[in-house]
């Protein structure tokens, strides 16, 4: 199996460790902070380890896939993750000649269940990709379970050098996009759904250095229908306001 990671979407580990350990696996003590700065009655979060996979021209750390298309036809051996009731198949992937990690990680606020949950997928370059560069990749993601849909998608970057405009862009078929500018934060953009297709997209200006970038999605429970009785109540009200209007309008 691949091995679990840790991060935190939009934290820059230590330089001192970046040349032994990926960066994906240095977030645990950031993120799993996060839950100490939540009020004392309410509940931790609890970072669950995820999938990881490598790309690029370096050979990975021991014991990581190599990323690879995901296609149900021509190419049912490629890369997915699942985790908790999410699934993840890669599509097009468009590096060149850059290396680094492609991980999802899930961040519990409240369990049981997955309300307010994050699920995050994070590419991390390794060493930093320095512009210009431009390049892509992109999945679909799937709630597996029938009582969950999306609610909403963020999108974040790390940037270093000089802030010219390197931008990451987020395209979801069917919602506007999301992009990143030099680093930005952008969080709680609303999206709706059982799967989304996505399409990341980022250019790297010169004198900018592209470090990482993360897509973060919540869910929320699917609406249940309208229960019977009031059901029944609205339309018997709807009635006699109808009725009401009818009788004003003969008067």
């Known amino acids: 199996m691949s091995p679990s990671f840790l991060c935190k979407v939009g934290v820059k580990p230590g330089l001192a460790l970046r040349s032994t350990i990926p960066k994906l696996l240095l977030g645990a003590v950031v993120l799993g902070g996060a839950g100490s700065l939540l009020s004392a009655g309410a509940a931790q979060a609890v970072i669950v380890p995820g ?6 021209v370096a050979a990975g750390p021991a014991g ?53 949950d994050q699920f995050s ?18 999945y679909d993601i799937s709630v597996l379970d029938p009582n969950y849909e999306f609610a909403t998608a963020e999108l974040d970057s790390i940037v270093s050098g000089v802030p010219v405009g390197t931008t990451v862009t987020k395209k979801i078929f069917g919602f506007a996009d999301i992009v990143s500018t030099d680093g930005s934060n952008e969080t709680g953009v609303p999206v709706n759904g059982k799967v989304l297709k996505v399409q990341n997209i980022w250019d790297v200006k010169t004198s900018s250095v592209l ?29 006699k306001l109808r009725r009401r209007i009818s009788t004003s309008a003969q008067a």
């Open 211 to 239: 470090n990482s970038f993360g897509d973060t999605y919540t869910q929320d429970k699917v609406p249940g229908p309208l229960p019977l009785l009031g059901a029944g109540i609205a339309f018997g009200f709807s009635r």
């Open 121 to 138: 997928l994070q590419l991390d370059f390794n060493p930093d990709s320095e512009g210009p560069y431009t390049g892509q990749f992109d």
């Open 51 to 56: 999938n990881l996979c490598w790309f690029g």
């Open 64 to 116: 990581t896939p190599q990323c690879a298309t995901y296609d149900a036809v021509t190419s049912p051996g490629g890369t997915q993750f699942t985790l908790a009731d999410k699934l993840v198949n890669l599509g097009a992937l468009t590096f060149g000649a850059k290396s680094g990690t492609l991980g999802f990680q899930w961040t519990q606020i409240s369990p049981p269940g997955f309300e307010q």
